[in-house]
């Protein structure tokens, strides 16, 4: 789990890297629909998802269970079955593609109406190389399932590397649209046909095959699927409609300034959440072996670390939000470092309340519970949002995203996960996170001050500013939040490992 998790974190520091880089290219490469309409595209074929019906999640906790069951004829038949369905649901998309690039200006608003055949041909492209791309993204899950969670880095972050070159290169060429397109494409393929190389190493017993497909496996594993298929399209919902609500109820323009906000969130989510990959296989095989007690004890724990890690992020992104924006993209914007705020503090509450726990309960059957939640959660977030847009804008549409998750994640996430693990109230919020919000309270009065005494207008302040109020947290969580146990874990760890490996490495 720490090779896995250390293998997160450097992958997810070169991501955040390219992202800021890339970003800015393409928002400063191309025109402000242009940039709308590509968001907008991730946006809507982003529900291809949808079409995994819950299966990817399925995969993953059976190749977790596998390593403790070897029945491979059984595996066998769950893959091939699942494969050839997705091939299946790859033709719909085709024919959802095809749909609505017909009728794409009747559904959107675009200011320039001259440009409608131009985006009509890229949704045609961008369509048809997801349903390529789509049948093979569960390669992905069997290597998490088995906790390969590093080879898989390894491969993401080699494509993500050549996707970065070539598309700064199709911008600067004048290529566009259309020369992203079949980048984002090209690599999202071959990355998932390298790591189904890699499945196919490390499971020799692998066979996916016609001969294997069982329609009847479906209905056996169904119960399971279907539920957290519902959770993966109500998550989706949250996540993704947003930006098709602002493109319908206001201009396709705003989508770029929230797409801005909300990359910032799910980025700030990604580099908070790392650990959490780990977390599910780990919960599925502890379900399997009726280790429950050691179960709860992992999810508080887990919980405790997110929450220090995300308590540290979200404190200078979020004092500093405006000159993050201006340095980066140039953008003044008050509405986008608004929204910016609101969708980090959503994600915030997300990850420290809501984040392990779900992982945990799904493999340990509460899946039910879980998907009710999901589909009020996603039912408020959309209802909220269509209402607030026409009142305060695309800020509107934020709010309407941090309402629901609140109320749910006081409301049933907290208290769930007391049940779960048997404790109080009052425990479970001192041992999860109680110590580390106090403490960023303190260390964001802190930040506040660094910014009234003189405002971060350079890179150099910025990182100045970030990196004080970064160490002053460090400090006074080790000091005052960490517990006599982990700082005596830490010790050890740095001097019987850390330093004999950094020893005989020569550094």
Request: with cysteine; aromatic share 14%.
């Amino acid at each position: 789990m720490i090779i896995n998790t250390i293998s997160n974190y450097i992958t997810i520091i070169i991501k955040i890297l390219i992202m800021l880089f890339l970003a800015r290219t393409i928002f400063l490469g191309i025109t402000r629909e242009e940039y709308g309409f590509w968001a907008l595209l991730w946006s809507v074929f982003g529900y291809s998802l949808l079409l995994d019906f819950g299966f990817g999640t399925t995969i993953q906790k059976y190749t977790s269970e596998l390593t403790i069951n070897h029945n491979w004829d059984e595996y066998n038949q769950l893959i091939s079955t699942f494969f050839f369905n997705y091939c299946l649901m790859s033709l719909l998309i085709v024919i959802v593609t095809v749909i609505l690039s017909y009728f794409l200006n009747n559904i959107f608003n675009f200011q320039n109406t001259d440009n409608i055949h131009y985006y009509k041909t890229i949704c045609l492209m961008f369509g048809i190389g997801t349903a390529v791309v789509f049948p093979f993204g569960f390669f992905a899950e069997i290597l998490r399932g088995l906790q390969k969670i590093n080879l898989r880095n390894i491969i993401q972050l080699t494509f993500l590397i050549i996707n970065f070159i070539l598309m700064i290169a199709v911008i600067y060429s004048g290529f566009s649209l259309k020369g992203m397109t079949i980048v984002s494409v090209t690599t999202s393929l071959l990355t998932n046909l390298v790591m189904g190389y890699f499945c196919y190493k490390s499971i020799p017993q692998l066979k996916i095959s016609l001969k294997h497909y069982n329609r009847h496996l479906i209905k056996d594993i169904m119960s399971f699927s279907l539920f957290a298929y519902l959770i993966i399209f109500s998550n989706m919902i949250i996540f993704k409609t947003d930006q098709i609500v602002i493109s319908v109820f206001s201009s396709v323009a705003f989508v770029a300034l929230y797409q801005i906000a909300a990359r910032i969130s799910d980025t700030y989510k990604y580099f908070s959440t790392q650990f959490l990959d780990n977390l599910g296989p780990v919960a599925a095989k502890l379900y399997t072996s009726n280790q429950k007690e050691k179960l709860a004890e992992i999810m508080i724990q887990s919980n405790r670390l997110l929450t220090a890690i995300s308590t540290l992020i979200l404190i200078p992104l979020l004092v500093y939000i405006k000159p993050i924006l201006f340095i980066w993209l140039k953008l003044s914007d008050h509405t986008a470092a608004i929204c910016s705020a609101i969708l980090l503090v959503s994600m915030f509450i997300m990850v420290i309340l809501r984040s392990s726990s779900v992982q945990v309960l799904i493999m340990s059957d509460e899946h039910k519970s879980l998907t009710k939640v999901a589909i009020i959660e996603c039912t408020a977030n959309l209802l909220l949002s269509i209402i607030l847009i026409r009142y305060i804008g695309i800020i509107g549409v934020a709010i309407g995203t941090i309402i629901p998750n609140a109320v749910l994640a006081f409301v049933y996430n907290v208290p769930k996960a007391c049940k779960f693990a048997n404790v109080s109230l009052w425990k479970y919020v001192k041992e999860s996170f109680g110590s580390a919000i106090a403490i960023g309270m303190i260390v964001i009065l802190i930040a506040y001050q660094l910014y009234r005494f003189h405002y971060p207008d350079t890179i150099f302040l910025l990182f100045l500013y970030s990196s004080l109020v970064s160490i002053t947290y460090l400090i006074l969580y080790y000091i005052i939040g960490a517990h006599k146990w982990e700082k005596a874990q830490l010790h050890n760890y740095i001097k019987e490992k850390l330093l004999p490996n950094l020893v005989r490495s020569g550094l």
